[in-house]
């Protein structure tokens, strides 16, 4: 089971949705062109139709897949005092003084850029069910880092 914010669960519906109800029809339409363009042993547009669409069903298989086990998680009933999901977790490495802000979130809606760090990553399993001014010992991929739980909220 995958916990989700309604706005994750909402897109990736979706895309579902234009997945199945374009994409589909489109790349099938593709195929039964190609298909008919005659000897398919040695037709390309046949063999790029058929491998575009095996890839566009196994997308639609892992996110109906994802959206089967999928539980909307309801953020107005979290406690904000302890490092988990969907929490804004202000961080400083103690090691150069930098300050950070990232929102714990399952790994589908993972994105640095927006500030979106996924539960999985070796920072946020560091940091899970810790409380404000804990320090924390991480083991990244540039070596071990310390962080300062700065503050946490929802």
Request: neutral net charge.
């Amino acid at each position: 089971m995958e916990y989700l914010s309604q706005e994750c669960y909402d897109k990736l519906v979706a895309e579902l949705d234009e997945l199945i109800n374009v994409e589909l029809p489109r790349v099938k339409n593709e195929l039964v062109e190609a298909r008919e363009k005659g000897d398919l042993s040695e037709n390309f547009e046949y063999h790029a139709a058929k491998r575009e669409h095996g890839r566009l069903l196994g997308k639609i298989r892992f996110k109906q897949k994802v959206l089967h086990f999928a539980r909307v998680l309801d953020t107005s009933n979290l406690e904000g005092d302890i490092v988990g999901l969907f929490r804004k977790v202000e961080i400083t490495n103690l090691s150069n003084n930098s300050k950070m802000a990232y929102t714990i979130v399952n790994p589908h809606e993972a994105n640095l850029r927006e500030g979106k760090l996924s539960i999985k990553s070796p920072i946020a399993e560091a940091l899970l069910g810790k409380k404000k001014d804990d320090v924390v010992e991480v083991t990244v991929p540039a070596g071990i880092i310390k962080l300062r739980i700065d503050n946490i909220s929802i």
